[in-house]
């Protein structure tokens, strides 16, 4: 692997510890997408615990299937400033789910008479366990590393940080009252068990932190990756209702506002996308490795 432009070899790089732990994470989310997102109607034998009904499997598949390409597009981009909103991001996902692991241990196979099922348990509590304490430790050393950040080119539109703006708290607010208040599954689109809902608010605050970060970074030169994480999220959980329609309480209000919310998804994903090609790539190739 080459870096493309030799001036920007004083620049902050991700370490090597920082690169194993995103590995880890990809390799946990290609697993969960399949188990979930493809899978979706078979948890009881392929995943950690039985997710009912599919469409919940489906929600999280797809969290797994944007979160897979959000580590290994932040892995092309060395430049720490480049792939830190993506780390930082997954950090507060798997510290969530962690602690929505430990609160419901009992609903996981580690007893199943499946052993996929069982295998995907243990699996499960040593990543969420090695996962997050390994990023909470490393990443002190990540901020030390040596080197400088890139100078912030194009700061992001008014249009941009208005919608990131809105999105990002629905979904903290959202994500905030699956995790403490149970009555919030009352209102939720389709049936949720605590483990689920817990599971789903670890995903809905993991993006609104990374939403934030990306109007803090203030950058559509850093902002190319989130951007299509964001794309694949809105679609794959568009496809998701799609596949599960008879599942969603059309009745409820909150269905409305939740597919409302996922077209907004993809459709500020794409728009963001859109925007960042029409400016300058200068900062993105000097960064990335073939």
């Known amino acids: 692997m080459v870096v493309h432009n030799a001036q920007v070899e ?19 989310t290609a697993l969960a997408t399949l188990s979930l997102y493809v899978l979706a109607t078979m948890t009881e034998q392929t995943f950690a615990w039985t997710v009912d009904p599919p469409l919940s499997a489906a929600f ?3 969290g797994y299937a944007a979160g897979f390409l959000l580590v290994v ?27 929505a692991t430990i609160l419901h241990i009992d609903r996981f196979h580690f007893g199943s008479p499946q052993v996929s099922a069982q295998a995907a348990a243990w699996i499960w509590l040593v990543v969420y366990i090695v996962v997050p304490v390994g990023m909470v430790v490393v990443l002190p050393l990540q901020m030390r590393a040596p080197g400088t950040h890139p100078a912030r080119g194009r700061p992001i539109d008014l249009w941009l940080r208005v919608a990131l703006t809105v999105q990002g708290l629905v979904m903290f607010t959202a994500g905030v009252g699956l995790f403490f208040f149970p009555a919030a599954r009352t209102v939720w689109p389709w049936e949720l068990t605590p483990l689920t809902a817990r599971t789903i608010a670890a995903w809905l605050i993991a993006l609104a932190v990374a939403a934030a970060l990306a109007l803090a970074e203030n950058d559509l030169d850093r902002l190319d990756v989130p951007a ?3 794309a694949t999220l809105g679609l794959t959980q568009i496809a998701a209702v799609v596949r599960f329609a008879e599942q969603i309480d059309w009745q409820r209000p909150s269905a409305w506002i939740y597919v409302a919310m996922v077209v907004s998804v993809l459709a500020v994903g794409l728009a963001g996308l859109l925007r960042i090609r029409q400016t300058t790539g200068r900062r993105r190739r000097s960064t990335t490795i073939d």
């Open 228 to 230: 299509a994480t964001y």
């Open 73 to 99: 597009l932040s892995r092309r981009r060395r430049v720490w400033a480049y792939a830190r909103i993506g780390y930082l991001t997954v950090l507060v996902f798997t510290v969530i789910t962690l602690a």
């Open 10 to 28: 004083d620049h902050c790089y991700v370490i090597r510890p920082t690169d194993w732990l995103l590995i880890a994470f990809a390799a946990l």
């Open 60 to 62: 999280l598949g797809g």
